[in-house]
């Protein structure tokens, strides 16, 4: 097949007590996998069929938004937002990355604030993300499928603001779940290696240490 369901990063209840194993019986064991199985069908005999993912969301964006883009674009937004956590995660950005974010955002503090407002403000379903768009940090959100990888910007980390990731845990308060999210899951050091990534590609104007 030309998408594959990839395992958690770790067990489904090493989040708790933060996302509960029964949310990722849902989230990942059928709300992924139906977006893979999907895709899977919708790809076979195409063009995009065993594409690399990547190239698949642009591809298929190109197509214009429809069942084809949204279960490849969700594919990929699910693969990095489980990415984007880790066991006993949160707490301040590692360094340089914190320098970064305190330039761009003016505190850390302050990044916290405009990326919980952001998730807020995305009306309905869809992400909120910390990207790298040429030289800069940026506070994304997207709806539905979209992601910002479409736009030619590189995605540092994600959070999931669908009432999937955190109705069975949070009920209706996305804001506690997006505080949650920063202060006891994200994974920095995920974050860390992307902007490394994304500075290379961009000459070190990130300066989150490329060549690290």
């Known amino acids: ?57 642009i591809e298929s964006r190109k197509q214009g938004v429809g069942p084809l883009f949204n279960n490849i674009g969700q594919i990929y937004n699910h693969n990095l937002f ?13 360094s340089p990355l914190l320098e970064k974010i305190n330039e761009t955002f003016g505190s850390f503090d302050a990044f916290k604030e405009q990326f919980v407002n952001a998730g807020i403000g995305q009306f309905g379903s869809g992400w909120v993300w910390l990207v790298v768009n040429k030289d800069k940090l940026e506070i994304v959100k997207t709806a539905n499928a979209e992601t910002p990888l479409t736009d030619g910007k590189t995605p540092l980390l994600v959070c999931d603001v ?11 308060r996305r804001a506690d779940f997006l505080k949650v999210f920063l202060e006891k899951l994200v994974n920095w050091n995920f974050a860390l290696e992307n902007c490394k990534k994304a500075a290379k590609m961009t000459g070190c104007g990130v300066s989150c240490g490329c060549g690290a």
Not at 82 to 94: C, E, I, R, T, Y
Not at 162 to 172: F, I, R, S, T, V
Request: glycine share 8%.
């Open 1 to 57: 097949m030309t998408f594959t369901l990839p395992p958690l990063p770790f067990d489904k209840s090493a989040l708790e007590p933060h996302i509960s194993a029964k949310t990722f019986d849902f989230h990942h064991g059928k709300h992924h996998k139906a977006y893979v199985d999907k895709a899977n069908e919708l790809v076979k005999g195409t063009a995009l069929e065993g594409m690399p993912l990547e190239q698949a969301v």
């Open 82 to 94: 489980w990415l984007s956590m880790a066991p006993n995660g949160g707490g301040a950005a590692p």
């Open 162 to 172: 669908w009432e999937h990731a955190y109705y069975l845990d949070y009920q209706n």
